[in-house]
């Protein structure tokens, strides 16, 4: 199971997206977004999950895009689905999930999150439920803390009263957030591990957790994004997937920064 912001995973970029978090222009013509979701869509299906939420999509015909690419380079079919339905101009959480297994899930939206940035899947297998949710908290950049760091808990409280008593859940995605913020600490009372911080995880060469990197002295680089499990014994092994994010040469054609993100995956045995 992967989780991955993809920054700006549009076909079409809003008129007021000029720049990535890196500072870099980025070229507004549609064939730039094409080959930024290529790159996108290589790095997952180099990793293959099983199941994989995006954020930052910008509409249903943008996952099917990454999909298509994937079917093309991986010949790895997945079936889509995405968090706004067929609004297209806001950013949304997209699925991707692969078609062998998509006949086990049931797929929907999180009641009152805002924005409808998050989508569950109650994943029945071996006789047992799982309930996975894939999440975009709310972003910190407006200057209010005080009111976004309430927009995220009532966020986590939508993901928690969906979630209800199952026994068996995985709760990822961008929370926007340190670990020691008030939202991943409501998460972590909850009783819910985040498979980075077990024996499991596996280490990159940098020796850090960073998944979120901006070039903002106000906001360097940090850890944001999550894999929370209730149950870590299904765990076989965690990864922050060290991809390279930034051209060495850059080509006016095309952006420069492939996400300001790194995907975290997680390896289960369920």
């Given at each position: 199971i992967m989780s991955y912001n993809v920054e700006w995973g549009f076909l079409k970029l809003p008129d007021d997206i000029t720049?990535?978090?890196?500072?870099?222009?980025i070229p507004k013509t549609e064939e730039a977004q094409r080959q930024h979701l290529r790159i996108i869509s290589k790095n997952i299906g180099?990793?293959?999950?099983h199941i994989c939420f995006l954020q930052e999509m910008g509409s249903l015909d943008a996952v099917q895009f990454v999909a298509d690419a994937i079917l093309s380079i991986f010949n790895i079919k997945y079936d889509v689905y995405y968090s706004n339905g067929d609004e297209t101009g806001y950013q949304g959480v997209g699925l991707l999930v692969q078609e062998d297994i998509s006949t086990e899930c049931e797929i929907s939206n999180i009641p009152d999150f805002k924005l409808n940035r998050a989508l569950g899947v109650i994943l029945t297998t071996n006789e047992k439920t799982y309930k996975l949710i894939g999440v975009h908290l709310k972003s910190l950049y407006d200057g209010n803390y005080t009111?976004?760091?309430?927009?995220?808990?009532?966020e986590i409280e939508a993901v928690l009263e969906w979630v209800g008593d199952c026994e068996n859940v995985l709760f990822c995605g961008d929370f926007n957030n340190v670990p020691t913020s008030s939202p991943i600490q409501k998460v972590i009372e909850e009783k819910y591990i985040n498979i980075l911080d077990t024996d499991k995880y596996v280490e990159n060469i940098s020796g850090i957790k960073a998944t979120e990197f901006s070039k903002s002295k106000s906001h360097p680089n940090s850890v944001i994004d999550y894999m929370f499990v209730t149950n870590?014994?299904?765990?076989?092994?965690s990864h922050i997937i060290d991809y390279q994010r930034v051209a060495t040469v850059p080509n006016a054609k095309y952006r420069s920064e492939n996400s300001d993100h790194l995907p975290i995956l997680g390896v289960?045995?369920?």
């Open positions: 720049h990535d978090s890196g500072g870099h222009t180099l990793a293959s999950p009111r976004d760091v309430a927009i995220q808990n009532s870590p014994n299904t765990l076989i092994s289960f045995t369920l």
